[in-house]
């Protein structure tokens, strides 16, 4: 059995864990709590655990979980971060024998109809992703080193491209409010490598291609819009779609938020499942929405705040046999 008081068992956890003695004072924090509360885990060692509690009555509250025989629970409190921000969390406050006190921390999701970004309910999950990528980019590498055939150094480099990509996502999620990679973007190569990484998956969709090849570039981050993209197909395939179809246009006078763009790009992302069924249109693109039992229900919710993060829009329509996906982004300048 793990022992509470040593912090090996809690070092990988996504969730947040701390240990304060008896005067509650901070022992140590594991990862998990010190990105949640941008602290560094040394330099909280030591100080009172009002850096968490910071209320009095729930300082108070502290004092008694360590005479209490049971956990005390503290539900959907708000928890400041030194980034100046703040989260909603529940905080389980367990006393051990040792007289120290146990805290676990669970960050909780924004509300449906919150507007806080969907990136911080993220970073957890982050955080479990960038150990197995290590792992699954090491495995390429000596694949690459080791296989003679073109065809599968090939694939073994699209590995190790990908896993870079999306660690690189999982830090910038992590160091929340990093700046985005931003610069022209050639929507089109997002679309054909996106198409690469469809076409080495065993069970992989057809694909068909309707560019207008005189769009130009827009501005934005590659690897995000690439994500965009990616979770826009992989919601179409695990919803049964057997062929995708990337459409690309220029678009004049859209409505992008409360702008309206003289002239956008869109991007199509157009399957031939079973459509979007009528109870989730209208709360699709919530975070936790999901019309599968095993989704997560977190694609769709971060593509709309990856469209949003630059400039643009993310809407479909659906119906049977035919699911529009439409990405729209803003070309040159945006007018009120």
């Known amino acids: 059995m793990n022992d509470p008081t040593s912090r090996s ?3 990988p956890l996504a969730t947040g864990v701390a240990l304060a003695d008896a005067q509650l004072r901070l022992l140590w924090v594991n990862p998990a709590l010190a990105e949640l509360l941008a602290i560094g885990p040394r330099s909280a060692v030591g100080q009172s655990l009002a850096v968490l509690l910071h209320r009095p009555e729930w300082m108070a509250l502290a004092e008694r979980a360590l005479l209490e025989p049971s ?40 509300p449906a109809s919150s507007d806080a ?12 992703v960038k150990n197995p ?24 480099g699209l590995v ?92 004049p006078a859209v409505r992008l938020g409360e702008r309206m763009a003289r002239m956008s790009l869109r991007v199509d992302v157009i399957d031939d499942g ?18 599968r039992a095993d989704g997560s229900g977190l694609g769709l919710a971060l593509a709309r705040e990856i469209a949003r993060e630059h400039g643009g829009e993310l809407r479909y329509v659906s119906r049977v046999g035919e699911t529009v996906f439409s990405l729209y982004l803003p070309m040159g300048h945006a007018h009120d």
């Open 117 to 128: 970004p969907l990136s911080a309910t993220l970073r957890g999950f982050a955080h479990e």
């Open 274 to 291: 079973p459509g979007v069924p009528p109870s989730l249109r209208d709360t699709l693109f919530e975070p936790l929405v999901s019309g």
């Open 160 to 251: 190790i491209a990908e896993a870079d990509r999306l660690a690189a996502l999982a830090n910038r999620l992590l160091r929340h409010g990093a700046p985005a990679q931003l610069g022209p973007v050639n929507i089109h190569e997002r679309l054909e490598r996106l198409g690469d990484l469809l076409l080495a998956e065993p069970s992989a969709p057809a694909l068909r291609h309707d560019y207008d090849p005189s769009l130009p570039d827009v501005y934005g981050d590659a690897d995000r819009l690439l994500q965009l993209l990616l979770n826009l197909v992989r919601n179409a395939i695990e919803a049964g779609a057997q062929t995708i179809v990337f459409r690309t246009r220029a678009e």
């Open 133 to 156: 990528l290590a792992g699954l980019r090491g495995a390429a590498q000596l694949l690459h080193r080791r296989v003679d055939d073109e065809d599968l150094r090939s694939l073994a």
């Open 9 to 11: 068992w809690a070092e």
């Open 71 to 110: 956990p005390l629970q503290l539900r959907g409190i708000e928890v400041p971060s030194m980034r100046g921000d703040a989260g909603r969390m529940d905080v389980s406050m367990q006393p051990l024998s040792s007289g120290e006190l146990l805290l676990e921390v669970h960050a909780l999701a924004p």
